[in-house]
């Protein structure tokens, strides 16, 4: 038989005084503790660790089938574990699936050392160190253009790379290039050589034709940019320069000037031209003897060049020189008047051309059809053929002559009636 349960079977207990235990809810609160510090803000200098702990089994660290474990070993260095992530040596890399990242970059990097390496050649080119060199004249043909004269530039040294040159410009800006001659330095910087060019040609030549006079090169010099040709003419006549061979008292520098070209340079005063006219003239006196064959003629150095310059007027080609020089020397023998059309029309500040009855009249000391002997002064400046004819000239009793060809061919004669045999040929061939 079965005992009946108690009354309170089924209800639920109840404690009736302060010694019986807790409930059981109660109890788990009690049991479940709240570390120290939860809810406050943490340190921002206090590297955070881990509040958990790995539980690891000395004798099988890893379990294998942890995925995790059995990937990498187990540390609290926030560093390599991060939020529990695999460690950053089992992490594709950035660029694994993404090669032509990698390519990209290379790319990039290799632009940029082109770049700077390019500048740093290019500025170093335009800007080259050291002094500069010597002077450099180059010449800009008819037709070219800055990139062809560029190459002329590398070659004469004035730039060590055309390439880098063009490249500058192209750059900088083009300032075009005239045909004519430019004085530059070796070692220019790009920006000198574009000034000079930007200017225009800065070098010009200068040719004293045998036959001119001071005041013909002084009208070919007035039209040469930087020149004067009144102060030249000023310069040459008025005594302050002087002549190996100019004696006392004259004070005109005509033909006392080498004949030939001459080249201006870019700030070349008037003075230093006619320093290197008288130079090479001297040169060219010394290289005939002139004061040796002077003397055995019987004249003084300045006589014979007078000589000389009315013979380059008179004789006007080659072999008309030596027996031109042999007539004048005959006639000063016989104290004849010369009659020489040139030395009149000098006194009218002329070069050719017809002399009249009029023109023979003239009273002046360089009519030679009115007075005997040599003009006072040289009436032009002699080539050093018309020279070295005055100082040798050929054995021969001529007096006259007159041109009988259309090349300039005289004929010369001893008497006048042959002289005007001559003239009567020349006035049938219209050359009289």
Not at 37 to 66: C, K, M, W, Y
Not at 261 to 270: K, M, N, R, S
Not at 292 to 320: C, D, F, H, M, W
Request: net charge negative.
């Amino acid at each position: 038989m079965t005992p009946e349960p108690p009354e309170d079977f089924g209800r639920p207990h109840r404690p009736t005084g302060v010694d019986h235990p807790p409930p059981a809810r109660e109890r788990e609160r009690e049991e479940l503790s709240i570390p120290e510090g939860f809810g406050t803000r943490p340190d921002p200098l206090t590297v955070p660790t881990s509040q958990f702990t790995a539980i690891v089994d000395p004798v099988n660290p890893f379990d294998p089938a942890d995925p995790v474990a059995a990937g990498s070993e187990a540390t609290t260095d926030p560093g390599r574990s991060g939020n529990g992530r695999h460690d950053g040596a089992d992490r594709p890399s950035l660029f694994a699936h993404h090669p032509f990242r990698i390519l990209g970059l290379l790319l990039v990097l290799i632009g940029l050392v082109v770049i700077v390496g390019g500048y740093l050649w290019l500025n170093s080119e335009a800007n080259p160190s050291g002094p500069k060199g010597a002077q450099v004249i180059a010449t800009v043909p008819k037709g070219a253009g800055l990139s062809s004269f560029a190459g002329t530039l590398q070659k004469d040294g004035v730039i060590d790379s055309s390439l880098a040159f063009r490249i500058w410009i192209s750059v900088h800006g083009d300032p075009g290039v005239l045909t004519g001659s430019y004085a530059f330095n070796k070692n220019d910087s790009f920006g000198t050589v574009k000034s000079v060019l930007a200017n225009g040609p800065d070098v010009f030549d200068l040719e004293v034709l045998p036959g001119f006079t001071v005041s013909e090169v002084a009208t070919r010099v007035g039209q040469i940019p930087g020149h004067d040709g009144t102060t030249f003419k000023a310069i040459a006549t008025g005594g302050s320069l002087h002549s190996l061979w100019q004696p006392v008292g004259v004070t005109s520098l005509d033909g006392l000037l080498g004949t030939g070209i001459y080249q201006l340079l870019p700030g070349e005063t008037d003075t230093q031209l006619l320093t290197q006219m008288i130079d090479r003239f001297d040169k060219q006196a010394n290289s005939a003897n002139l004061s040796s064959r002077a003397g055995a003629l019987g004249l003084t150095p300045y006589q014979a060049i007078t000589l000389a310059s009315v013979v380059e007027k008179e004789g006007v080609i080659q072999k008309n020189l030596g027996p031109v020089a042999r007539v004048i020397l005959n006639r000063l023998a016989k104290n004849t008047p010369l009659q020489m059309d040139s030395t009149v029309l000098y006194s009218e500040g002329r070069d050719g051309g017809p002399v009249t009855s009029k023109d023979l009249k003239l009273q002046t000391p360089y009519n030679t059809y009115l007075h005997s002997g040599l003009t006072p002064t040289p009436i032009c400046f002699p080539a050093p053929a018309a020279l070295q004819a005055a100082l040798n000239p050929p054995v021969g009793a001529w007096l006259y002559f007159v041109v009988v060809e259309s090349d300039g061919t005289e004929a010369f004669a001893d008497t006048y009636a042959q002289q005007l045999a001559n003239e009567a040929v020349a006035a049938q061939r219209g050359l009289s």
